[in-house]
């Protein structure tokens, strides 16, 4: 019995010690950079090298914030497995079921028994090779595309976005214009959810597109073969 209380008392003063280095941390990065969100503090499987995610980024420390290494990956010699990026993988998960798929254009395929959101500009021309050479050779998959015009790159994606979402039949207008480049824009003055996609893309940190979103909740960011994004549709197998 002595044992057990020993080992386990051992075990809640490395917890306190660890959850002690994690405040310190968030409190040093916080003095130092008073704008930036610190999300998250964790302790690597390495000897005093900290994780810290913030600002949609994971950046590397020690127990003191006395340096901080950020852009770069963190490889394990042995597996040669990319750390950061599994990490950044797990950190970035969506919550598929929370997303509002009202606001998104449905497509469904064969039995539409896998699902993907996509977040895309109509005038983002990887959107448009997404859509005629990766997406289009899928089956059993449902689409839900949320228009996401990033105007700043492309002014005129607004209007189009309006034009194809106030179409009497948006998944015939949105495959019309990515297809073959036809488009009517005598109605845009329907009401939209493009602000409220904008809100959401911001709020899940989509800065390009194409961006997409799997049931599982990993992301995928640009025109990835169709290969690819039929194992992510299968959970990654």
Same mark, same amino acid.
């Given at each position: 019995?002595?044992?057990?209380?020993?080992?386990?008392? &051992?075990?809640?003063?490395?917890?306190?010690?660890?959850?002690?280095?994690?405040?310190?941390?968030?409190?040093?990065?916080?003095?130092?950079?008073?704008?930036?969100?610190?999300?998250? =503090?964790?302790?690597?499987?390495?000897?005093?090298?900290?994780?810290?995610?913030?600002?949609?980024?994971?950046?590397?420390?020690?127990?003191?914030?006395?340096?901080?290494?950020?852009?770069?990956?963190?490889?394990?010699?042995?597996?040669?497995?990319?750390?950061?990026?599994?990490?950044?993988?797990?950190?970035?998960?969506?919550?598929?079921?929370?997303?509002?798929?009202?606001?998104?254009?449905?497509?469904?395929?064969?039995?539409?028994?896998?699902?993907?959101? =996509?977040?895309?500009?109509?005038?983002?021309?990887?959107?448009?090779?997404?859509?005629?050479?990766?997406?289009?050779?899928?089956?059993?998959?449902?689409?839900?595309?949320?228009?996401?015009?990033?105007?700043?790159?492309?002014?005129? &994606?607004?209007?189009?976005?309006?034009?194809?979402?106030? +179409? &009497?039949?948006?998944?015939?207008?949105?495959?019309?214009?990515?297809?073959?480049?036809?488009?009517?824009?005598?109605?845009?003055?329907?009401?939209?959810?493009?602000?409220?996609?904008?809100?959401?893309?911001?709020?899940?940190? =989509?800065?390009?597109?194409?961006?997409?979103?799997?049931?599982?909740?990993?992301?995928?960011?640009?025109?990835?073969? +169709?290969?690819?994004?039929?194992?992510?549709?299968?959970?990654?197998?």
């Amino acid at each position: 019995m002595l044992k057990k209380i020993i080992a386990a008392a &051992a075990l809640m003063s490395v917890t306190a010690a660890t959850f002690a280095d994690e405040a310190s941390i968030r409190k040093a990065i916080q003095t130092a950079y008073p704008k930036v969100k610190v999300d998250s =503090v964790a302790k690597t499987p390495y000897p005093g090298l900290y994780e810290v995610f913030l600002e949609g980024q994971i950046v590397y420390t020690d127990e003191n914030f006395s340096f901080f290494i950020a852009e770069g990956r963190l490889i394990d010699t042995k597996t040669k497995k990319d750390l950061t990026s599994s990490r950044m993988e797990d950190l970035t998960r969506v919550d598929f079921k929370s997303l509002p798929l009202d606001q998104a254009i449905k497509v469904v395929r064969g039995n539409g028994s896998r699902k993907v959101v =996509v977040f895309s500009d109509p005038d983002c021309p990887y959107c448009k090779k997404l859509e005629v050479q990766e997406l289009a050779p899928l089956t059993d998959v449902t689409i839900y595309t949320f228009l996401y015009p990033l105007e700043g790159l492309h002014p005129d &994606a607004g209007n189009k976005a309006k034009a194809i979402w106030c +179409s &009497a039949d948006r998944t015939k207008a949105w495959n019309d214009w990515m297809f073959k480049g036809q488009i009517d824009k005598s109605n845009t003055s329907c009401d939209t959810p493009l602000e409220k996609n904008a809100e959401l893309g911001r709020k899940l940190g =989509v800065s390009s597109t194409p961006t997409l979103i799997f049931a599982d909740g990993r992301r995928m960011l640009g025109a990835y073969p +169709s290969k690819d994004i039929e194992k992510a549709l299968n959970g990654g197998k």
